[in-house]
């Protein structure tokens, strides 16, 4: 069984990894930055030596490398039997004061990169009727909230990306998960001054999508979502 993963070098990407990896799943992995997925890649080989591991690094907010992913997945004779679109971006601000271009960025991040890569997969699955996909949405994809900006409408684009392909994917014997995680202790919460006990670990939405991807063909988990248990911040 084969998981690819995107925005795997580090956050939920790499806890998911580690899963799927824990799970006798064999990766192959993507990200933007090639030293810090290079870093990922030899942790995962040295925690979990028995399976293969494979890995690319791309820009999948540039529709040619998301492209060139896929082909180069399909390449490998492998089937997709998971893929986790992971790879986005969060920039602070709101609507009224963030910089021109910040929605442009962030849509092709967060909704594109999902899109052109899950269109150059989806052949062999659909061929195969076999396969799931997990889109790792927001919070912010069910609920608007300050300084949410461009991001959240870019994660809001990503649920109804998720709803559309769940609905035509359902006779083609293929899954589709929207993956809905609050606040999670990540990079990007370092040095904020959030206790890291207030909010959820990564490894927590790793382990709700890697069960999720372990059920009976015929069950589908269409939402998974996820908030600390105290509440949103």
Known sequence: MNSIITGASRGLGRAIAGQFAM???????SSRDPAALEVAVRELEAGYPGIA??????????????????????????TVDVLVNNAGQFI??????????????????????AYHLTRA???EMMAR??????????IASLKAYHHGGAYGISKYALAGFSANLREEMKGQGIKVTAVYPGATYTDSWAGSGVDPHRIMESADIARMVVAAAGLSP??????????????DL
């Open 23 to 29: 799970a006798g799943y064999d990766l192959v992995l």
């Open 129 to 138: 009727k076999a396969g799931h996909i997990f889109n790792i949405c927001s």
């Open 121 to 123: 997969l989806l052949p």
């Open 92 to 113: 602070y601000g709101s609507l009224f004061e963030e910089e021109e271009g910040v929605l442009e960025r962030l849509m092709a991040v967060n909704l594109y990169s």
């Open 218 to 231: 015929q069950a589908t988990v269409e939402e998974i979502v996820l908030r600390p248990q105290l509440g």
């Open 53 to 78: 591991i494979r890995s690319k690094a791309a820009d999948l907010s540039d529709k040619q490398q998301a492209r060139q992913l896929g082909e180069w997945v399909l390449g490998l004779g492998l």
